[in-house]
């Protein structure tokens, strides 16, 4: 048997016919019901709509949109039909400077393709507007009239996929191609802030927006925020990211001169003191909204910047609400990468990645204070949730020594910086010695202009009287990210606190647990550990270690080595060095903090507090639990059925 006998039967090479090319090209363009609605939104904004009205029936199968832009000519209406027709694009530059959404001059083309499609549009400059009515063939040219219409265009597709009966068979139920169709009007909609958008379905207000450039309400809109979780969106206004850092490996593409090469970035993103607030804070599906130079896009470069601009703020597989708005020089982006212009391309990720983690990281940072002094109510549950992680090791009562902490709050001191200091101390038994003579009293009263400690509850929680009303403060959490700071400031700093072993003594080490130690090496030297590794003999012998609190007797320094191992040998596989050393800092915070159950006097939890609110991100542990909770003023009295407080401490 030859190879030709089992070849299909040979055919004449000929050229497609003019509309099965268009129902091939729609198949690419338009996938379904929303692929209409993003073609033709897209093209209304395109021409400048400050107003677009978007109708839907029948499973996604009949359409309108209707926009007030610039219109057409008439004869420029019958070329926006014919394929690859587009009036976006004159050169090769231009597709490597996209101002436009549309490009490619398909999709009027396609959608009349598989559609019974009727266009009305008229431009300023004519008196009447111009209707053209697509047959059921492409054969035979469209009916064309004239009609009174406003200036704008309006396109109505009815009966999709008539004439395509393998993409009919494939379409999802009515509701789910209508919820598609949704999500794209929305989408839209956030893409652009200052156009009014109305989307009626099956005769019913859906959606719509006011066009007054506010994208949080159309977030509140979208995801039903009621007053208090609107507030927790923190909104970072745009910066322009300066001139200079010319990227080395930009493309060939041709230059935009015109265009500074400044990048701007305006963020809306949930504040991690909000946490417990429904719709700010999602488990599931990540509720990014990104956006390139008023283009929806899918972004792993945005979508890391985010994730590492949260990171030890919010507990994992919690998601905040992020919608970001990159404005960058159009020669900077690449969006021809795919079809329905999803996926883009940067000439500079990194500048990318950089500009948005400063942006978010700088707006969390600036609503600290404010954020904590108004701390929601949590649900419930969380509490709940709460008390079930808070280790229950049984505590024996335990005076910590003051100070608590080498003061956050205080600049770095002299004897510190940029040095190794060596303060003697024997590990043996019970006795650390330590000078306390970094202590820094708190001098007189325990009243702050913010708060006030009221006492200790349960010798767990430190309550304070603020001008809100009662905040619970978690001891062990805000201890331990006050020492998360420290650590994590010493290392930026290279500045090296350390305390000397004088005779340490042999621990045994599995040869994984040596090898650890050696690669993480530098890490664990830049937090203030020293030690010598014999690996013929299969031990380590200490002989310094970070100095945080003076005497915490809990463990030992050689139980925090243990406990750094163990974290590293979790986590090795996927251990980056970088990462590595957060983790590292976040186990030694945890394990070195005050504990639940650690009885404080008054001016240790004074300075405990302050310790905590010297911190630049004080809502959360480094593994995101929240630290403080506030009952309200206003819930006390509601609940006691008084109306108002007399003059208290704050006035
Ligand atoms: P593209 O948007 O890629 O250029 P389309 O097939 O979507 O291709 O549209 C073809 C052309 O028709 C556009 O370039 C534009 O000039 C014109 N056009 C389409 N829709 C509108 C509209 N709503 N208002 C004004 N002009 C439009
Ligand atoms: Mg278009």
């Known amino acids: 048997m030859t190879l030709a006998d089992v070849s299909a039967p040979q055919k004449k090479v000929r050229v497609l016919p003019a509309d099965l090319v268009n129902k091939i090209a729609a198949g690419e363009v338009i996938e379904r019901p929303a692929s209409v609605v993003k073609e033709l939104v897209e093209n209304a904004l395109d021409a400048g709509a400050t107003r677009i009205e978007i109708t839907a029936g029948a499973g996604g199968r009949t359409i309108r949109v209707a926009d007030n832009g610039i219109g057409m000519a008439p004869d420029d209406l019958e070329r926006a039909f014919l394929n690859h027709a587009t009036s976006k694009l004159l050169d090769e530059a231009d597709l490597f400077a996209l101002r436009t959404l549309g490009f490619r001059g398909e999709a009027l083309a396609s959608i009349a393709a598989i559609s019974r499609l009727t266009a009305i549009s008229r431009t300023a400059q004519a008196s009447v507007g111009t209707r053209l009515e697509f047959p059921d063939s492409s054969s035979v040219p469209p009916l064309k009239s004239d009609v009174g219409a406003a200036v704008g265009t309006s396109i109505a597709v009815d009966e999709l996929f008539f004439n395509t009966p393998a993409r009919l068979k494939f379409l999802k139920r009515p509701q789910t191609e209508l919820a598609h169709l949704e999500e794209v009007v929305q989408t839209l909609a956030l893409s652009r802030p200052d156009v009014a958008f109305t989307l009626v379905i099956n005769g019913q207000s859906a959606f719509s927006t006011r066009g007054d450039g506010q994208l949080k309400a159309i977030l509140a809109a979208l995801y039903r925020l009621d007053a208090k979780a609107q507030d927790a969106l923190i909104f970072a206004p745009p910066i322009q990211e300066p001139l200079g850092k010319q990227s080395s490996d930009a493309p060939d593409a041709p230059d935009v001169p015109d265009t500074p090469d400044t990048y701007s970035l305006e963020a809306l993103l949930a504040s991690p003191a909000a946490q417990s607030l429904p719709g700010v804070f999602r488990a599931g599906k990540k509720p990014w ?153 708190v001098a007189g009263s325990e009243t702050f202009p913010d708060w006030r400690v009221i006492g200790q509850l349960f010798n ?62 530098p890490t664990l030297a830049a937090l203030g550990f020293s030690y010598t590794l014999d690996a013929a003999a299969g031990h380590l012998i200490l002989s310094a270690y970070p100095s ?51 009885a404080l006097t008054t001016p240790q939890m004074a300075q405990l507090v302050r310790d905590w609110l010297a911190c630049q991100l004080p809502w959360s542990c480094p593994h995101g639990r929240p630290i403080a909770h506030t009952i309200r003023s206003d819930e006390l009295n509601r609940f006691f059925d008084r109306s108002s407080l007399p003059v208290n401490a704050f006035g």
């Open 548 to 598: 945080l609190y003076p005497d915490r007797q809990h463990e030992p320094p050689t139980q925090w080595l243990m406990q750094l191992l163990t974290t590293l040998e979790a986590q090795e596989g996927q251990a980056l060095i970088n990462l590595g050393q957060d983790l590292l800092i976040a186990t030694l915070a945890c394990h070195t903090a005050v504990r639940a159950g650690d």
């Open 289 to 441: 909204h990104l956006f390139a130079n008023g283009r929806a896009i899918r972004c792993s470069v945005m979508q890391r910047a985010i994730e590492s601009a949260y990171q030890s703020l919010i507990p994992e597989g919690r998601y905040p609400l992020v919608a970001l708005r990159l404005t960058l020089p159009p020669g900077q982006i690449d969006v021809n990468v795919h079809p329905t212009k999803k996926e883009v391309r940067y000439a500079d990720p990194q500048r990318v990645f950089t500009v948005v983690r400063h942006t978010l990281r700088r707006a969390l940072e600036a609503v600290a204070p404010q954020m904590l002094f108004a701390l929601p109510p949590r649900p419930e549950g969380l509490l709940a949730l709460d008390a079930r992680q808070q280790e229950a090791r049984p505590m024996p009562a335990l005076t910590v020594q003051w100070p608590l902490l080498p003061s956050l709050s205080e600049p770095v001191s002299a004897s510190h910086a940029g040095a190794v200091t060596h303060q003697p101390s024997v590990l043996s038994g019970s006795a650390l010695v330590e000078e306390p003579d970094q202590g820094l009293a």
């Open 460 to 521: 767990t929680y430190i309550l304070l009287e603020t001008r809100q009303g009662l905040m619970v403060v978690d001891q062990h959490i805000a201890s331990e990210r006050a020492l998360f700071e420290m650590l994590t400031l010493r290392v930026q700093n290279a500045e090296v606190a350390c305390q000397q072993v004088l005779s340490g003594v042999p621990l045994p080490l599995t040869p994984t647990q040596i090898a650890l130690l050696t690669t993480y090496q």
